[in-house]
């Protein structure tokens, strides 16, 4: 329901798909890792010459926005972290893990096997629709995602910043990048929404990124 309200507000919105997830599950490989995500979204942006754009980047998506941030700076007009990661250069995803997540991670890479998704319970999700829509559609992710270290830019471009941390998700890894980007003065907005923001607080969240643009 997000999408159509920021395209009524006037905006021009695609939702492209990394390989190996959502539709594009077929595409499962034990190839494809941190860059062929980059790689997706920098072909998405010059293949439909997007420009001005305001990267939405959510959980390990932080991570991919990143990465193209770095790819097609002169093309992005702010950047929006929804509840997600935000690497440093030279870092992966398992850099910050924390909990029984990192065994379970690490069990997948050694067996090179893809990543298995994480229940919805653990991201503080209770409302039972959400629950019964998005279940059918979670799929494994490729193991190398989550390992491979991001090429980021060093020094943050002078554009706007925003980092959303949702409340309902405890035990996240999501706190430590609130507190550090609020501590070097990006804008931060904590809201009282499970992980999935998008599906459970639609009108705050598109409220949020119409005035992050």
Same mark, same amino acid.
């Given at each position: 329901?997000? @999408?159509?309200?920021?395209?009524?507000?006037?905006?021009?919105?695609?939702?492209?798909?990394?390989?190996?997830?959502?539709?594009? $599950?077929?595409? &499962? +490989?034990?190839?494809?890792?941190?860059?062929?995500?980059?790689?997706?979204?920098? +072909?998405?942006?010059?293949?439909?010459?997007? /420009? +001005?754009?305001?990267?939405?980047?959510?959980?390990?998506?932080? &991570?991919?926005?990143?990465?193209?941030?770095?790819?097609?700076?002169?093309?992005?007009?702010?950047?929006?972290?929804? *509840?997600?990661?935000?690497?440093?250069?030279?870092?992966? %995803?398992? *850099?910050?893990?924390?909990? !029984?997540?990192?065994?379970?991670?690490?069990?997948?890479?050694?067996? @090179?096997?893809?990543?298995?998704?994480?229940?919805?319970?653990?991201?503080?999700?209770?409302?039972?629709?959400?629950?019964?829509?998005? $279940? !059918? /559609?979670?799929?494994?992710?490729?193991? /190398?995602?989550?390992?491979?270290?991001?090429?980021? %830019?060093?020094? /943050?471009?002078?554009?706007?910043?925003?980092?959303?941390?949702?409340?309902?998700?405890?035990?996240?890894?999501?706190?430590?990048?609130?507190?550090? %980007?609020? @501590?070097?003065?990006?804008?931060?907005?904590?809201? $009282?929404?499970?992980?999935?923001? &998008? %599906? *459970?607080?639609?009108?705050?969240?598109?409220?949020?990124?119409?005035?992050?643009?």
């Amino acid at each position: 329901e997000l @999408a159509p309200k920021l395209r009524a507000a006037g905006h021009n919105v695609t939702t492209p798909t990394l390989t190996g997830l959502g539709e594009r $599950k077929h595409t &499962m +490989n034990d190839t494809a890792d941190l860059k062929t995500h980059i790689q997706d979204i920098v +072909n998405h942006i010059e293949m439909e010459d997007l /420009r +001005n754009i305001d990267l939405v980047g959510w959980s390990y998506g932080g &991570m991919v926005t990143t990465g193209v941030l770095a790819r097609v700076t002169d093309r992005i007009r702010s950047m929006i972290y929804l *509840d997600a990661f935000v690497p440093e250069n030279g870092k992966a %995803l398992i *850099d910050y893990a924390e909990g !029984p997540v990192v065994k379970i991670f690490n069990d997948a890479k050694n067996k @090179a096997q893809p990543l298995p998704a994480i229940p919805l319970e653990v991201f503080g999700v209770k409302d039972p629709k959400i629950i019964e829509f998005v $279940k !059918p /559609r979670l799929v494994l992710q490729p193991w /190398r995602t989550s390992f491979q270290p991001v090429e980021a %830019l060093k020094t /943050r471009p002078n554009i706007p910043f925003t980092y959303v941390r949702c409340l309902g998700f405890v035990n996240s890894p999501f706190g430590y990048f609130h507190d550090k %980007l609020k @501590a070097e003065g990006v804008k931060t907005i904590e809201i $009282k929404a499970s992980h999935l923001c &998008m %599906l *459970d607080s639609v009108e705050e969240v598109a409220n949020i990124l119409l005035t992050s643009a």
